[in-house]
């Protein structure tokens, strides 16, 4: 199993910068495909970024260029590199893990964590 938990969350100014960290538990984390999603208040969740297991990038379009994903395999975790910060990008993030990537792209996950508060202030 990979049960996730994220933290990093907090608040910044526009322009600032976060990485958020997803650190999942189990010995498979490897094989996994990882994503974060995304909801502001008043939304519905979307989709922010994944990784596959092997480590290709892909990104929703209004964060291209602004945030990264990444994985360390060796320590179980996912991060989300976050910079020129918009008040827009104000929401709750969450992690997530599937097996199947095409699965993880349209919102469903195996695996869920709780949630992490990013507010971006003007």
């Known amino acids: 199993q990979v049960p996730v938990v994220e933290s990093g969350g907090g608040s910044v100014q526009a322009g600032g910068s976060l990485r958020l960290s997803c650190a999942a538990s189990?010995?498979?984390?490897?094989?996994?495909?990882m994503a974060w999603f995304r909801q502001a208040p008043g939304k519905e969740r979307e989709f922010v970024a994944y990784?596959?297991?092997?480590?290709?990038?892909y990104y929703a379009d209004s964060v291209k260029g602004r945030l990264t994903i990444s994985r360390d395999n060796a320590k179980n975790t996912v991060y989300l590199q976050m910079n020129s910060l918009r008040p827009e990008d104000t929401a709750v993030y969450y992690c997530?893990?599937?097996?199947?990537?095409?699965?993880?792209?349209?919102?469903?996950?195996?695996?869920w964590g709780q949630g992490t508060q990013v507010t971006v202030s003007s």
């Open positions: 997530a893990a599937d097996h199947a990537s095409h699965r993880l792209r349209v919102g469903i996950a195996d695996y």
């Open positions: 189990g010995r498979t984390f490897s094989r996994y495909n």
């Open positions: 990784i596959s297991a092997s480590g290709g990038p």
